[in-house]
């Protein structure tokens, strides 16, 4: 079915279970989206950039205390610490993620989501510690690492091959 019609059927469906509810009986009606998973979502963990911006927060505070001259500006010293390590909290706490979708893929890249279809999609990379999706083209690649994100890789691998086998799009096992 295209998705503005399910969409239609299950807004229909809701009213008239809302309906039955209200006249006391059961809603005999079940939700019409199939029992299958929609999409996957794998989440990662950002650790690499956040300990470094934390080592440049507490360099900079280092560098502050040993300048004692009188005026340097203190207030933006402790400003520009606080930032640091505020800038590593929000990017520690907001995590990445790989959604596996029926004929697409998506991701955050610089604060935006972007959706990779999988007509676009040349071939998919799966090693044990890392997936690489090449787009057709001259594109850059999508990179999910279980070094500097904490993907887990392997369940996401096989999710990859299922998601490739369906869209008959090439894997290479390295």
């Not at 001259?69 to 610490?81: D, H, K, P, Q, Y």
Request: hydrophobic content about 40%; cysteine-free.
């Amino acid at each position: 079915m295209a998705r503005s019609w399910e969409r239609m059927v299950q807004r229909n469906t809701q009213q008239i279970n809302k309906q039955r509810k209200k006249q006391g009986k059961s809603s005999i009606y079940a939700s019409t989206t199939s029992t299958a998973k929609e999409s996957d979502v794998f989440k990662g963990r950002n650790i690499v950039l956040p300990i470094v911006l934390v080592l440049l927060g507490v360099l900079y505070w280092l560098v502050g205390t040993i300048d004692t001259t009188e005026g340097s500006g203190g207030l933006m010293n402790w400003l520009g610490i606080v930032l640091y390590f505020l800038l590593a909290a929000l990017l520690f706490f907001r995590r990445p993620y790989l959604k596996v979708e029926r004929a697409r893929l998506s991701t955050t890249k610089f604060n935006r989501e972007r959706l990779l279809p999988a007509d676009q999609i040349e071939k998919i990379f799966l090693s044990r510690a890392s997936v690489t999706i090449k787009y057709k083209g001259k594109r850059s690649t999508w990179m999910f690492s279980r070094f500097i994100n904490r993907y887990d890789t392997a369940l996401m691998g096989k999710r990859l091959e299922e998601f490739a086998k369906l869209n008959h799009i090439e894997v290479e096992h390295g």
